[in-house]
């Protein structure tokens, strides 16, 4: 059963990394055997027990996919099960946003909480020992330098400035602004002091449209350095220098930050940056006012005079 073609015909914008993780957990609920009908997925009892024991996350992700391929398949057949499923999904996301309003880490996030200081000192770390080991002076590397100076951009790119998500993942380097397809995420070089990132492909594209960040100074440095090794026009690259997609990024994410002895993941690094740049009693305060005068928070700041 083609169901990557199915959900794709459905969803013809579905980002492939998206695509991949519903097909993976997909699968995962068929006892990692390949997919030739979709009536294992009339056994909601059964399903419920597979994915009893995952994280909550997890939990809502394989529902989500449930949803997304029996939306697909559209079968009036499979409409009693696609309800027990959005009802025990809704539940979960409940249960995710009662949490979330705790503003309480996980017993996960606390485990491997760190400080973006600590998260900084990691690629100062990288950096220290390209200098060390004269990396920096070789015009050829071998390919464990070259992944060296790759997990120092990496570092830069999540701790020089606010880490978005796997968006570096799939991103091909131009030098003209007419080589932008409107499709993909760049990287345009400019110079050697102005680049730009095109994000054309990302998560809020259809709300918030194609968005161009400036590389800031520092970030441009560690980039110049990268450039000066990479000659291809692929910004990152898996282990056999090919183009490193969102997946790869994830779990490259994991081993530059190994340095810190915590298992950091984007997700964690987006929350350790939230955190350290975020008033929680001030965003408290503006929830409780806004409830109490029933109006939007967005209302609220607009309403907001200085």
């Known amino acids: 059963m083609d169901l990557k073609k199915l959900i794709k015909d459905k969803r013809p914008s579905i980002k492939d990394s998206s695509l991949k993780a519903y097909l ?29 024991k995952l994280a909550l996350s997890t939990k809502r992700s394989y529902l989500t996919s449930i949803l997304v ?27 995710y946003n009662k949490k979330i309003d705790t503003h309480e880490k996980t017993d996960k996030q606390s485990k491997n909480w ?7 000192k990691v690629r100062n770390f ?34 020089l400035q606010p880490p978005i998500r796997l968006d570096y993942g799939s991103m091909k380097i131009i030098r003209k602004l007419e080589d932008d397809d409107g499709k993909k ?15 054309n492909d990302f998560k809020n594209k259809k709300n918030l449209g194609t968005q161009k960040q400036e590389v800031n ?21 898996n282990s056999k220098g090919e183009l490193m997609v969102e997946n790869s990024l994830s779990k490259y994410i994991k081993k530059v930050f190994e340095p810190t002895k915590k298992n950091i993941t984007l997700n964690l690094l ?19 006012l806004a409830k109490t005068m029933m109006h939007s928070t967005g209302l609220q700041e607009d309403y907001a005079k200085i």
């Open 24 to 52: 993976i957990s997909l699968k995962k609920m068929n006892n990692n055997e390949e997919i030739k009908n979709l009536n294992y997925l009339k056994e909601s009892k059964n399903i419920f027990e597979i994915i009893e």
């Open 270 to 288: 987006r929350h350790i940056y939230i955190s350290e740049n975020i008033d929680l009693e001030a965003v408290k305060k503006s929830k409780e």
């Open 69 to 95: 391929v029996l939306g697909a398949f559209n079968k009036e057949a499979f409409n009693p099960v696609l309800e027990i499923y959005r009802k025990r999904l809704q539940e979960l996301n409940n249960e």
């Open 185 to 199: 995420n760049f990287l345009l070089v400019k110079g050697r002091n102005k680049k730009t990132f095109i994000f």
């Open 114 to 120: 760190v400080s973006l200081k600590q998260l900084s």
């Open 217 to 237: 100074s520092k970030l441009n440095s560690v980039i110049n350095l990268w450039l000066k090794y990479n000659k291809t026009d692929n910004f990152l690259m």
């Open 126 to 159: 990288y950096k220290k020992e390209l200098e060390e080991k004269g990396i920096l002076k070789k015009d050829v590397l071998f390919p464990k330098q070259k992944d060296l100076v790759q997990k120092y951009l990496v570092s830069a790119l999540y701790t």
